[in-house]
C-alpha cells in the first residue's frame, strides 16, 4: 500500500551536514507517523526521530539538538536534516511510516558515512 523511497545519503565529513529525504508513493488516505531509524553493522535498528501528522516530534538522545525532522504532508514526504555530524552516526538510515492499517512500512534503506 505504501512505498517509500530514501535519497540524500552519502560520504561526509565529520562536522559536516546531510539532509536525507523520504517520499511515499501508493495507495493510502494519510499517513500518520513518520520516522527515521538507523542500523549499524552488528548493532540493532534504533529509531533516530520520529513525526506525527500534527508535527509532534520526537529524537533519540544522541541526535537531540543536532537533527531536524521534519515533513510535507501534500508531499507525503519526511525530511532528516542532521549537522554536526559524528563519527558514530555512521549506519543506514531507514524511513518508516504508518497509515491507520496495522502495518509497518519500510524503505530500503540510505548509507551514511562519517569520515574524520
Known amino acids: 500500500q505504501v512505498h517509500l523511497v530514501e535519497s540524500g545519503g552519502g560520504l561526509v565529513q565529520a562536522g559536516g551536514s546531510l539532509r536525507l529525504s523520504c517520499a511515499a508513493s501508493g495507495m493510502f488516505y494519510s499517513i500518520s507517523t513518520m520516522a527515521w531509524y538507523r542500523q549499524a553493522p552488528g548493532k540493532q535498528r534504533d529509531l533516530v526521530a520520529a513525526i506525527s501528522r500534527g508535527g509532534s516530534t520526537n529524537y533519540a538522545d544522541s541526535v537531540k539538538g543536532r537533527f531536524t525532522i521534519s515533513r510535507d504532508n501534500a508531499k507525503n514526504t519526511v525530511y532528516l536534516q542532521m549537522n554536526s555530524l559524528k563519527l558514530e552516526d555512521t549506519a543506514l538510515y531507514y524511513c518508516?511510516?504508518?497509515?491507520?492499517?496495522?502495518?509497518?512500512?519500510w524503505g530500503q534503506g540510505t548509507q551514511v558515512t562519517v569520515s574524520s
Open positions: 518508516n511510516a504508518h497509515t491507520s492499517t496495522p502495518i509497518d512500512y
